[in-house]
Structures are given as C-alpha cells and as structure tokens.
C-alpha cells in the first residue's frame, strides 16, 4: 500500500516540477505562439548554472534565483537579437531556437563533461515529514509547494494586474495594443525573460532529484511540449492539469511497465489531439 | 527537343555513373553513397516541407522505423525481400499514424506534434531494450546480392544506391509535374480557396505525408544496409534536423536544392568530425547564421553574400572615383 502512495507522492513531485517547466513554455509557446524549442536548454543550462552555484557554497534559494536570473538576461539577448527580427516566421524561429539549442547542449557537454551531476539536497530540505504513518520525504513536497506558489503568482499576474492586462492585448491585437500606447515588444522580451527565467529555476528544483546529464534538455523538451499540447495552449491552468496529469503517467508507468513508460506518456496527448485538439482547457481560435 | 538542361542533365547523370572510376577510393565512393541516401531522404521530406509547407521535426523517427523494420526481420532469420517489404509496409503504416495526428493541426502545431511523434519513436528504441537492444543497437550482418550481384562492395553498392537515387528523383520529377503536386502547392499557398474549389484538402495533405514516409522508408533501408548497424541515435531530433538543414539549406520547393543540400551537410559532417568533436555545435551555428544571415537557403545565400562583398571590395578599391556618384547632390 505505501508503496503506491509514494508512488503517488513522487508523481505530484514531479508533477510540480513539469508545472514549472512548462509554465515557461506556455508563456511563450501558448501565449506568443513561438515556437521555443530551446526551452529544453534552459532548463539543462540553468540546472547546471544551479550546481555550480550550489558547488561555490551558495544557498540552495539564492542559486536557483541567480540560476533564473542568468537565464533571464541569456534568454532576453537571444530574443532582442535575434528572434525578434522573425516576429511571426514560424519556420524561421524554429531552425534559430532548435540551432541555439543545439548550441547549448555541446557547450553544456564541453563545460560540465558527460558524468551526471547530482547535488545533495540542501540540508534543511532534506529528511521527511511523517503525516498519516507515512514518511514523506521533505524535498519533494518543497517543489510542490514552490510550484503551487508560482501558479498562483502568475495567474494573479496574467488575469488580474495591468500588466497581465497588458501581456493578454498584446497578444490578442498587437497593433491596437500599441495604437493605445502599449509596448508590445518590450512586454514580448519581458515574458520570454520570464518564461526562461522559470525553466532554469525549475532545473535547479529538480536538480537534486533528477540529476543533470546532457541529453536532459531534449528530454525534458518534449515533457514541455505534452503538457502544453495536452492542456492546451496558453492555458495556465492547463499546463498545471496536463503538469500534474503527466506526472502520475509517467511514475506509475515506470513502475508498472517499465520498457513502455516512454510510450505511455504520449497516449494521453495523442488522445486529445484526436478527440479535442485545443487542448483540455484550451480556447477554440476563430 | 533537346534543351542545355537535358544536357545538363546527362551531364551529371554520366558524372554520377563514372564516379567510382574516376574518385577510386573506396573512402570517397563511400560518401557519395552517403550523399544519395541522404538525398533520397531529403527528397522525401522537401514534398511535406517544401511542396505542402508541412514542416516535420519527426522524420528520423520513420527513417529509423524503416530501420528497425528491416534489422529486426533481418535479424529473426528472414530473407532480405521479407525484410524490405515489411519494412516498408510498417513504415506506411506508421506514416498514416503520425499524419493522422499531426494533420490535425498545421504550422507550429504540426511542427510541435511531428517532433512529440518522433520523440516516441527514439523512446521506444532506446527504452524498449527486449526488442531493440537499447543503445547496443542491432547489427545487419549481410547486405542484399540482388540478381546475384553482392552489394558488400563499395562501388556495387555506389550504383545500388545510384539506382534508387535516380528513380526517387524520377518520381519526384513525376509528381511535381502531376495535377496532385499542383493541387498540393494549392493547399500549402491557398488552403482555404483549395477547399471552396472542392479539394480535399487534408486528403492531399495526407496522401503527400504518405509518399514522403514511403521515401523516407526506402533511404533508411539504403542507411541500414549501408551501415549495417542501427541504434537510436538514429531517430533522435538531431537526425530530423540534420534533414531539415538539407533540405533548407539547398532551397526549398526545388528538386535539386535537397540533393545539394544532402551533399553540403554530409561533406560538412565528414570533414568537420574527422577534426573536432562537436558536430552538434557546428549544426547549431550553421542553422543560427542560416537564419540570420541567408534566409533563402545556403546556396542562393552564399552566392549573394560573396557578391555583396565583392561589390564592396571593389567599391574600396576604386572608392574615390564611384563614392560621389552614388551620393545625391546636394
């Protein structure tokens, strides 16, 4: 029986950590619609930054802030620089974040080597909390509990502040967004910063628990990119659903069947792209 | 009536026959294997890319189903006929499965599926190990003797691959010409007005998708037999985007933008991993100046870069005499 309910545990661990990812992702993908498929990189990048902060002797919570932070200014450089010249060039977009994210994949294997990293859990995270008879171990409900805090932050942030106000026009009608004296690009720059930002703080978040490795970034891409499909795009509480629905998937396929877990993940969002293409929470676009 | 381009044409048709005779190293007759398959694999994604402005990012995941198809039947004992046609037979299969879904949706989300599709693929080949064998991969011991003729060769194997090369390019030739590559351009510029005109426009979309698996199948049957060895390296993203760089690079929409560009990735990746190690850094860079620099493609984009700097190194050189002329007065 416990073992299910770890089982259970480690699934809305997990669960808070996709929701971290793919929040990012759905600010960026699902709200400006550009297709950012270095937003596997970031999080491997920024989980990297994290233990070399972590290996400087920093706080856990100041490394993953500063890890955030980093992201924000890389991410803000390539999007100025760059992606903005493509601004509505689908295929374009694509190659330049795909080769960006290529790019940092090699640099990432040429800096931190090949070998897996994994910090210790910081110390007063680590342990377990007993509720029920059952210990939990202390960590993963952290990310829980950090994930819940940032869905609440930026649902409050998109629907009720004038900035939110502002972001939601912008994408809806850019040109009389700025005919009414909104900045639509630097507000654009400013969510991408955002969206990177919340994929290198979710890498050193799930740093202690899944370790980074190369690879890590075209993993955890299409994790992203199945929640956000599954939940439907630009949806917040979508990608919280689709976030927490992918986590039960994929630790209770591990466990149960184990040479398909892979497969098994995908299901549901074959599914509902079948039955319900915009996604569970997703608007019809006209 | 013969035009220069039909003299073109046999030009590089007996260049392409010759070649073994005139490069004679095996290492060489080996690369230009390469560039054929490759080519054919090109070929197949520019009619979703280029013809029906689809682009997938899940491409490799087919050639390498194609792949496993055949090194798996190969593999259980069966002859190479068996093996090729079941190949090919689940890779259409698995091509009506991922245009089922991923025409769900066009543009991004076609991208964003196509790539979810092609992720799957790598998963089950490195995770299902029972069946694939994980990262060992699967070796294909032998290489097809069709009519008696062993391909264990490099040159025999040159020319089997020079064949199918040409009977790709052939049919691609056939189909852009047909009223169904017309009608698929029509769906790629104009979908909506396809579809007041009385085309089924997802049909078309779909029956494309099927003709670009089919093709993708067959290149990576020539991959395996070439070789002889497949591992899921083969379907990760990297191989999708190595044939989506082909095809971009060479231009778009052409027939022979794909072969050129199968020829400049696979020459570049030859050259550059005998030096370094960092291929991916390298494809990154060269898709990132791609796209900032040339947007037309490699070819058309060097060409107009070298003339762009050579119209200003001779504007320096003679400067004083054209500066003021191409100042207004004021």
């Not at chain 1, 007063?124 to 869905?151: C, S």
């Not at chain 2, 058309?300 to 320096?316: D, E, F, I, N």
Request: proline fraction near 4%; charged fraction near 10%; include cysteine.
């Amino acid at each position: 029986m416990s073992v299910w309910v770890l089982l259970a545990v480690n699934s809305i661990a997990l669960g808070g950590l996709l929701f971290l990812l793919s929040a990012g992702f759905s600010l960026i993908f699902g709200l400006m619609r550009i297709p950012n498929l270095m937003h596997g990189s970031f999080f491997m990048l920024g989980a990297y930054f994290g233990v070399t902060f972590l290996d400087k002797g920093l706080n856990f919570w100041l490394a993953a802030l500063l890890s955030g932070l980093a992201m924000a200014v890389i991410g803000g450089v390539i999007e100025r620089l760059l992606l903005r010249r493509l601004e509505g060039q689908v295929l374009p977009q694509v190659l330049l974040t795909l080769g960006f994210a290529f790019i940092i994949g090699d640099l990432c294997l040429m800096i931190w080597t090949g070998d897996p990293w994994q910090p210790a859990t910081p110390r007063h995270l680590a342990g377990a909390v007993q509720a029920f008879g059952i210990f939990f171990p202390l960590f993963r409900l952290v990310i829980v509990g950090v994930a819940v805090v940032v869905a609440i932050a930026l649902w409050l942030m998109v629907d009720w502040t004038r900035l939110g106000a502002m972001i939601r026009a912008g994408v809806d009608d850019p040109p009389i967004a700025r005919v009414v004296g909104i900045k639509v690009s630097r507000l654009f720059t400013l969510v991408f910063c955002l969206g990177a930002a919340l994929a290198a703080f979710a890498g050193v978040m799930g740093a202690p628990y899944l370790s980074v490795y190369p690879g890590l970034d075209f993993e955890m891409l299409p994790l992203a990119l199945i929640v956000v499909i599954l939940g439907g795009t630009g949806s917040l509480l979508g990608a919280l659903v689709g976030s927490f629905l992918i986590g039960f998937l994929y630790n209770f396929g591990q466990a149960m069947f184990p040479d398909l877990a892979y497969v098994i993940l995908f299901l549901p969002m074959l599914l509902v792209l079948v039955l319900r293409p915009q996604g569970l929470f997703g608007r019809v676009v006209a | 009536m013969i035009t220069p381009r039909h003299g073109a044409i046999a030009l590089a048709i007996l260049l392409l026959v010759t070649l073994p005779v005139w490069v004679g190293n095996h290492y060489y007759i080996n690369i230009a294997s390469q560039i054929l398959l490759f080519a054919v694999f090109a070929l197949a994604l520019n009619v979703l890319v280029g013809y029906g402005g689809l682009v997938s990012l899940g491409h490799a995941g087919l050639f390498a189903i194609a792949g496993y198809a055949g090194a798996l039947v190969l593999q259980a004992g069966h002859g190479h006929l068996a093996a090729d046609l079941f190949a090919i037979l689940v890779t259409l299969a698995a091509s009506a499965v991922f245009a089922v879904l991923a025409l769900r949706s066009t543009g991004i989300g076609f991208l964003m599926i196509t790539l979810a599709l092609g992720q799957i693929v790598w998963g089950i080949a490195y995770r299902w190990a029972s069946v694939t064998n994980g990262d060992n991969g699967i070796n294909v011991t032998t290489r097809p003797a069709p009519f008696g003729l062993s391909l264990s060769r490099a040159d025999t194997f040159y020319y089997a691959t020079l064949l199918v090369f040409l009977l790709a390019v052939l049919t691609m030739t056939v189909f852009v010409r047909s009223p169904f590559g017309a009608s698929l351009r029509g769906t790629r510029d104009q979908a909506r007005r396809m579809t007041a005109l009385g085309y089924n426009v997802w049909l078309i979309r779909f029956l494309a998708f099927l003709f670009s698996g089919f093709w993708t199948g067959i290149a990576g049957l020539l991959f395996i037999y070439y070789n002889q060895f497949i591992s899921p390296q083969v379907a990760a993203l990297t191989g999708s985007a190595e044939v989506l760089l082909m095809v971009i690079s060479g231009g778009t929409a052409t027939l022979l933008g794909p072969i050129a560009g199968a020829a400049i990735v696979v020459i570049m990746k030859n050259v550059v991993s005998a030096y370094i190690e960092r291929w991916n850094l390298v494809l990154g860079v060269v898709f990132v100046v791609i796209i900032s620099f040339m947007p037309e493609g490699l070819v058309p984009g060097s060409v107009r870069l070298c003339r762009w700097g050579w119209q200003k190194l001779r504007a320096r050189r003679n400067g004083v005499a054209a500066r003021p002329a191409e100042e207004p007065s004021p």
